[in-house]
């Protein structure tokens, strides 16, 4: 099943071209809250029988006709696996990986829809983007065996996680407003028996930068969720980002990216630089 948000914050199920409008059919109906529909829904799963969506005789809308929206509008937390591929780590030349520095948080305010812009902040660093897969995490997991893992997971979805190369903290680098782009929905657990087997594609500007298989992780989705769960408690609703291959790159005004990965979606996204400024004007700035 492919759940996604739309048109205002409405939940639907996409099938084939069209999407069926199934907010009324969720307990509470459109009130979610700024966290969406669709995370009021995986709660709702995580702690009791889910809703079973009824399709028969519904109207539906062709996808074309429709704004599609972040599903996860605003996430509990973000956590970012880095250097989760060896072709990554050889590329940046980084001495460490994920095994060595753990995971971080991206703040959740980040997240932004397909069809929206990334904002690039400064003129005059380079801003890379890093196409991943992410996984959307369905019941609350604490210390978590990687063979049980999977037992935890609602669904997968795109994830951008769009990074300044600059000297700030990871954490500061890839929270900039519109540094999530996440979508174009999700796609639940049992469609995707296995997440460390898609192929992975990341466009820019119509010539593709990034290509792989998840079965390149360093750390697969499972191995990640266990790390993870041992440090933080994942609740529903929460989203991990497992990290980009080789073939991260400078983002430039009016750039269109494309995510796609294979049984997930197509998320696509441009690119507004417009209002960078230097980083040296940036807020907060000391000299010596």
């Known amino acids: 099943m492919r759940l996604a948000l739309f048109d205002k914050g ?16 969720l307990a509470g ?13 995986i709660e709702n799963t995580a702690v009791g029988p889910a809703a079973r969506f009824d399709l028969a005789d519904r109207p539906r809308i062709p996808l074309s006709e429709v704004t599609l929206e972040a599903p996860l509008p605003r996430p509990g937390k973000i956590v970012g696996a880095p ?3 060896l072709d990554h780590k050889a590329e940046m030349e980084y001495t460490t990986s994920v095994a060595d520095l753990g995971v971080f948080l991206k703040a959740n305010s980040s997240v932004i829809g397909p069809g929206h812009d990334i904002l690039l902040p400064y003129s005059d660093r380079r801003t890379d983007q890093e196409g991943e897969l992410g996984v959307v995490i369905g019941r609350t997991a604490r210390h978590v065996g990687a063979d049980e893992a999977l037992d935890h997971v609602f669904g997968y979805t795109c994830v ?3 990074t300044v190369r600059s000297g700030e903290d990871r954490s500061t680098r890839k929270s900039f407003d519109t540094f999530t782009p996440l979508g174009p929905w999700i796609v639940t657990a049992d469609e995707i028996p296995d997440p460390d087997a898609l192929d992975l594609r990341c466009d820019v500007g119509g010539t593709t930068r990034q290509r792989t298989s998840t079965a390149d992780l360093i750390y697969g989705v499972r191995e990640l969720i266990a790390y ?6 994942l609740h529903p609703g929460d989203v991990i980002a497992t990290g980009t291959p080789a073939g991260v790159g400078p983002l ?14 197509r998320l696509e996204v441009g690119v507004d630089g417009s209002e960078a400024i230097a980083y040296d004007g940036r807020p907060g700035r000391r000299d010596g």
Request: overall charge negative; glycine content about 12%.
């Open 29 to 41: 109906g459109a009130a979610a809250g700024a966290a969406g529909a669709l995370h009021q829904y």
């Open 10 to 25: 409405r939940l639907g199920v996409v099938d084939g071209d069209s999407v069926v409008d199934v907010t009324d059919q």
């Open 83 to 85: 250097v989760n591929y």
């Open 252 to 265: 430039s005004h009016g750039d269109r990216v494309v995510l796609e990965i294979a049984r997930v979606g």
């Open 228 to 233: 993870t769960s041992s440090v933080m408690t």
């Open 160 to 162: 951008l996680d769009i």
